[in-house]
């Protein structure tokens, strides 16, 4: 499930990203497309004058590029506006960090930000757009619901669940949910 190619495996269209907000989450964003092997990065920000245009100028601006990423931590805002950029044509890929690890048969959703030193475990899911950040533990068969955020060095636990539009704080650990018996006691 993991969304677009990688930069160099698109032989039609330079390597070139719009990242929605230019803040120190942008800031991030761009080492991360840098690294996924973005060679032109610019942004999208109604404060930023060094913005290559601002959020309502996004319907003519997006296209211009061959993908798209955004970089607000907000989670409902951070919902909207890829919402708003899906209904433009230009992608919108996960982007996954070469120091962090993923399995193979993990899921990555669309929009989704994988940050250095990330670990995404065998059959986790990873919902759209949410942000795993440095040092974060997805455990095999975890879920991370979309728009979710799980900060810096946070864990969830195998088999749990974390649900959509929900930040994790950095250092905790999330665990699944006790088993409830049939007589209706926590096993």
């Known amino acids: 499930m993991l969304s677009a190619p990688r930069p160099s495996e698109s032989a039609t269209r330079p390597a070139t990203i719009l990242i929605v907000g230019a803040g120190g989450h942008g800031c991030v964003v761009a080492e991360l497309a840098r690294a996924c092997g973005y060679s032109r990065i610019?942004?999208?920000?109604?404060?930023?004058?060094?913005?290559?245009?601002?959020?309502?100028?996004?319907?003519?601006?997006?296209?211009?590029?061959?993908a798209t990423a955004v970089s607000i931590g907000n989670l409902p805002l951070r919902k909207a506006l890829l919402d708003r950029?899906?209904?433009?044509?230009?992608?919108?890929?996960?982007?996954?960090?070469?120091?962090?690890?993923?399995?193979?048969?993990?899921?990555?959703?669309?929009?989704?930000?994988?940050?250095?030193?990330?670990?995404?475990?065998?059959?986790a899911v990873v919902g759209?757009?949410?942000?795993?950040?440095?040092?974060?533990?997805?455990?095999?068969?975890?879920?991370?619901?979309?728009?979710?955020h799980v900060d810096a060095g946070a864990v969830v636990a195998a088999r749990a669940s974390v649900p959509s539009l929900t930040k994790v704080p950095a250092g905790t650990c999330v665990r699944p949910a006790p088993p409830i018996t049939a007589g209706g006691g926590i096993k």
Request: no cysteine; charged share 10%.
């Open 85 to 123: 950029l899906a209904s433009l044509p230009v992608p919108i890929p996960a982007l996954v960090h070469p120091a962090s690890t993923v399995s193979p048969s993990a899921q990555i959703g669309p929009g989704a930000l994988v940050l250095p030193g990330a670990i995404v475990h065998t059959n």
């Open 128 to 148: 759209m757009g949410a942000i795993i950040s440095a040092g974060a533990v997805i455990d095999h068969d975890a879920v991370v619901g979309s728009f979710a």
């Open 42 to 66: 610019d942004f999208a920000d109604d404060r930023s004058p060094g913005a290559a245009g601002a959020l309502s100028d996004l319907p003519a601006l997006a296209p211009r590029y061959s």
